[in-house]
């Protein structure tokens, strides 16, 4: 998808903010003697911005508006080493609030829904992103926060919650909690709004037949204001993004090279308007592809496919790149096994292992279903891995996101 003339100005618009702030990116603009940019090949040869830059930059390196503007900061959860700062102007709070609007509206959400947030408030921007949104569109909003399954469970029997919003973990332990006490008939979701980890086809499955909700995939990250960006519209996976606020390149991970569209790749996003801390070709790790041509429900908006993983999940195993969207994919094709897996990669006398953990729904041979599992894997992978079939529910469910793969080789 090339850039265009008029999303060329409004980069044109941020360089000259970047460089006249002086702030990290600024500076760095013009050490290169990047003023601006002509056309669509210039863009492409403008330099990538990293989660590393942007963690070097700590605290407030990225602040491109005067301080008197940014009313706000958020942070990424920054779980390795030092946090990313990302500074809000009241501009960019509503800009990502009327992104967010259109999310909802695009998955038929309206001012009469009553929605359910379970995502954090604070530093990060899950919570607060979601609520904004909300706010904007006129929807009442119950802000729940997460945890507190009991409570979570409650409120949405008494406010008669219509659209949950939460990470798909939490939205599987819920629906179970809810089977388990037996009150489907009270819970009123129509709709959840699904964000910030990659769920496999079974996993949507599961909620969706167990609450029996229409779900939609949200996307976004902290660094670009935060979930909000895009969403997929009903009845189709690929999801629509706001291409007023953003744009969205996809790039072979290895070389930086650009890959036509429908190619698999990274996706990299620049900021076409974002004041506080603006973005240039941002590396976001996550693997995805522009979806080409126009979408059935008639929007314009460009799209990108549901993300198929990160960059950084590629394992290599026996010298093979493997990538875990593989062994989810074959897992997928089993009914006889749940959504939950978990792969533990470990180096025993030399040699690499792999172990997949699988739970069994039902009443099978435990072993003859892991061999079969294992010979599946292996036509994919092009190696056997060692497959543990267990009861259902002994694998770890999580609030937050699911660690599915341990890699046991660097402890
Ligand atoms: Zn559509």
Redesign the pocket.
């Known amino acids: 998808m090339q850039i265009s003339q008029k999303q060329l100005d409004l980069v044109n618009d941020r360089i000259r903010a970047l460089v006249e702030a002086g702030s990290f990116y600024g500076k760095k603009l013009a050490e290169a003697g990047i003023t601006h940019v002509d056309s669509p090949e210039d863009f492409t040869k403008l330099p990538f911005s990293e989660k590393k830059d942007l963690r070097d930059a700590y605290p407030l390196g990225l602040m491109t508006a005067p301080e008197e503007e940014i009313v706000r900061i958020h942070s990424s959860s920054g779980t390795t080493g030092t946090p990313v700062i990302i500074p809000y102007t009241a501009k960019d709070v509503d800009d990502w609030a009327i992104m967010f609007k259109r999310c909802y509206e695009t998955a038929g959400i309206t001012n009469m829904d009553r929605i359910q947030i379970t995502p954090g408030y604070g530093l990060w921007t899950a919570g607060i992103g979601f609520q904004n949104g909300a706010e904007k569109l006129g929807a009442m909003v119950i802000p729940m926060g997460p945890g507190n399954t009991d409570k979570q469970l409650q409120m949405m029997q008494d406010m008669k919650s219509t659209v949950l919003c939460s990470t798909s973990s939490y939205a599987l332990l819920l629906a179970e909690e809810i089977e388990k006490r037996g009150i489907k008939d009270k819970i009123h979701l129509k709709k959840g709004v699904i964000g910030s980890e990659r769920w496999s086809d079974k996993m949507r499955e599961r909620i969706h037949n167990e609450l029996g909700i229409e779900l939609f995939d949200i996307y976004g990250l902290t660094e670009i204001y935060g979930p909000g960006i895009g969403i997929n519209?009903p009845g189709?996976t690929a999801m629509?993004y706001w291409d007023d606020f953003i744009y969205i390149e996809i790039i072979d991970p290895k070389t930086g090279e650009p890959v036509p569209d429908g190619e698999m790749g990274e996706i990299v996003i620049t900021t076409l308007v974002k004041e506080g801390a603006p973005l240039i070709r941002y590396r976001t790790h996550d693997l995805s592809r522009i979806v080409p041509g126009k979408?059935?429900?008639g929007?314009c908006y460009p799209?990108i496919d549901v993300i198929m993983g990160r960059t950084d999940d590629m394992m290599k195993i026996k010298g093979v790149n493997v990538f875990p969207s593989q062994i989810e994919e074959v897992l997928a094709n089993f009914d006889e096994i749940s959504s939950e897996y978990q792969i533990r990669i470990s180096h025993l006398d030399g040699k690499d292992t792999m172990r997949i953990y699988v739970e069994s729904t039902g009443d099978v041979d435990f072993a003859t279903l892991s061999k079969k599992i294992a010979e599946k894997v292996k036509s994919r992978i092009g190696f056997t891995p060692i497959v543990k079939v267990v009861e259902i529910g002994v694998l770890p469910r999580s609030m937050k996101k699911t660690a599915r793969v341990i890699d046991e080789r660097y402890d």
């Open positions: 519209c189709e629509h979408c059935k429900c929007r799209r």
